[in-house]
C-alpha cells in the first residue's frame, strides 16, 4: 500500500511526463483498433456483396470482333443461339445449371402506374442460378408448365411492385406489358445492387412475342470444381475457346465474347482485402512499435531525473529491489491504465459507427443492400494482445534504466544534477 501511495504521489507531482507516457500507448492503442476496425468494415461491405448471389456462377454475352477470322472482317456483330447452348451442355463439364437469357426492355404497365424495365425471358434455373428470393406469401418462380404451355404469366422485382402497385397486393393481378397482358405470379424479394429491378417471363413466351429470331441476349450457368484464380482463368479460355467454334472468332480477340466470372470475381476481392489487411497490420505494428519507441524514452527520461532520489532512497536503507518493483510497477500502471482508455475510446468510436450504420439501414430498408462498409468490429484478442505487448515493453523500458540506477553507489547518485 506503501508503494502504491508513493507511485501515485510520483504521477500526480509529474503529470506532464505522465501524460506524455500514458498518450504515446492510448494513442498507439486506439489506432490499432481505428485501422483494424476500418480495414474489416470496408472487407465486410465488400464480402457482403456477395452473400446473397452464387459465386460460382458463369454469365456470357456475345460481343464484336475486332479481329478478321476465317475470311470474316473485323466489326462483326456475334450471336448466341441454340449452337451455342448445345456446345455448352457438350463441352462444359464442369456446368450443373445453365439458361439462355432473353432481355427486352419494355413498358409495364398497371392502371395509372408504370415504367420501363427489363424483361428477361429465362427457365425455371435462372432462379437457382442467381439466388431470387421468395416470401412465404410471394408467389413463385417460373416452373416448367409455364414452359411448355407457353404462359403469359411473370415474375416481379419487389422494386417493380412498390413502383406499380404502391400498397395493393399485387399476385394473381394482371399487368400490361409491350402491348400483351401478363399475370403477377411472384414477387422476389432479393435486393438487387443495379437498375431499378427487373421482370421475368417464360423463355419460351419471349421468344413467341419479343424475341422470334431466337438469339439470346446471354447465357447464364453454374460451375463447380473451380477454386483457384488459375482454375477459373483456364476455365474462361477453354469456354472462349469452345464457343469459338460455333460462333467463328479468332479465340485471342479480346472483344468477340465477354465472360463474367463470380466465383474469379470473389476470389480477387479477397486477393484485395487479404492484401489490405496485411497493410492495416503493418501499419498497426509500426504504431505499436512507436508507442514502444515513446514508452521506452519517457522512461529512461524519468530514471534519470530520478537518479537522485534513488540514490537519497539507497542512503537511508532501501533495498535495490523494492526501488526496482517501485519503478516497474509505476511503469506498469501507466501503461495499463492508459492502454485501456486507448482501447476503450476506440472500440467506443467503432461500436458509434456501426449503430449509426444500422440506423441508417434500418431506416431504408429499401436500399439496394450493396455496401461498401459494414460491421466496422475489431477482434478483441489482437487488442488485448496488443495491450499486453505494450505493458511487457512498459515493464522492460522501466527495468533497464532503473537496474542500472540502482546499480550506481548513493554518494554518486546523490552527486546528480540531472
Known amino acids: 500500500m506503501d508503494i502504491l501511495q508513493e507511485i501515485w504521489s510520483g504521477l500526480r507531482h509529474n503529470k506532464l511526463r505522465t501524460v506524455l507516457t500514458g498518450l504515446s500507448v492510448s494513442w498507439g ?50 450471336s448466341l443461339t441454340n449452337k451455342e447452348v448445345q456446345k455448352i451442355d457438350e463441352d462444359v463439364r464442369e456446368m450443373t445449371d445453365r439458361t439462355p437469357v432473353l432481355d427486352n426492355y419494355l413498358t409495364i404497365t398497371n392502371k395509372a402506374e408504370y415504367g420501363s424495365y427489363s424483361v428477361r425471358g429465362v427457365t425455371p434455373l435462372y432462379t437457382s442460378i442467381f439466388n431470387l428470393k421468395f416470401a412465404e406469401n410471394g408467389g413463385r418462380f417460373i416452373n416448367q408448365t409455364d414452359m411448355n404451355e407457353k ?101 485471342e480477340d479480346t472483344q468477340a465474347l465477354w465472360i463474367r466470372n463470380s466465383q474469379r470475381d470473389y476470389i480477387e476481392t479477397m486477393n484485395i482485402f487479404n492484401g489490405i489487411t496485411l497493410f492495416v497490420s503493418i501499419i498497426g505494428i509500426f504504431t505499436l512499435i512507436a508507442g514502444i519507441v515513446g514508452v521506452s524514452n519517457i522512461m529512461l527520461v524519468t530514471v534519470k531525473e530520478r537518479t537522485r532520489e534513488i540514490g537519497i532512497r539507497k542512503a537511508l536503507g532501501a533495498p535495490p529491489a523494492q526501488i526496482l518493483f517501485s519503478i516497474i510497477l509505476e511503469s506498469i500502471m501507466i501503461t495499463a491504465f492508459f492502454g485501456y482508455v486507448g482501447m476503450m475510446t476506440g472500440i467506443g468510436i467503432t461500436e458509434a459507427v456501426n449503430f449509426v450504420m444500422e440506423q441508417s439501414a434500418a431506416q431504408n430498408p429499401s436500399d439496394t443492400g450493396m455496401s461498401v462498409f459494414k460491421n466496422p468490429t475489431v477482434n478483441l484478442t489482437y487488442v488485448y494482445i496488443s495491450t499486453l505487448i505494450l505493458i511487457i515493453a512498459g515493464i522492460i523500458a522501466g527495468y533497464m534504466p532503473a537496474r542500472r540506477a540502482v546499480k550506481i553507489k548513493p554518494i554518486e547518485a546523490m552527486r546528480d544534477e540531472n
Open 29 to 78: 492503442i486506439f489506432i490499432l483498433i481505428i485501422l483494424l476496425a476500418a480495414g474489416n468494415g470496408l472487407k465486410n461491405g465488400v464480402t457482403s456483396n456477395f452473400s446473397d448471389r452464387a459465386t460460382n456462377t458463369v454469365q456470357i454475352w456475345p460481343g464484336r470482333t475486332s479481329k478478321p477470322h476465317q475470311g470474316y472482317q473485323s466489326g462483326r456483330g456475334l
Open 151 to 251: 404462359r403469359k404469366v411473370i415474375v416481379l422485382d419487389k422494386k417493380v411492385v412498390d413502383v406499380l402497385f404502391k400498397d395493393e397486393p399485387a399476385l394473381g393481378k394482371f399487368v400490361q406489358v409491350g402491348q400483351v397482358m401478363f399475370q403477377v405470379v411472384g414477387i422476389n424479394t432479393k435486393k438487387d445492387n443495379w437498375g431499378n429491378g427487373n421482370a421475368y417471363i417464360p423463355l419460351s413466351t419471349s421468344q413467341a412475342i419479343f424475341n422470334p429470331d431466337e438469339k439470346y441476349r446471354s447465357i447464364a450457368m453454374t460451375v463447380n470444381g473451380l477454386k483457384t484464380m488459375e482454375e477459373n482463368d483456364t476455365f474462361n479460355l477453354e469456354l472462349k475457346r469452345s464457343l469459338a467454334q460455333t460462333m467463328i472468332f479468332d479465340p
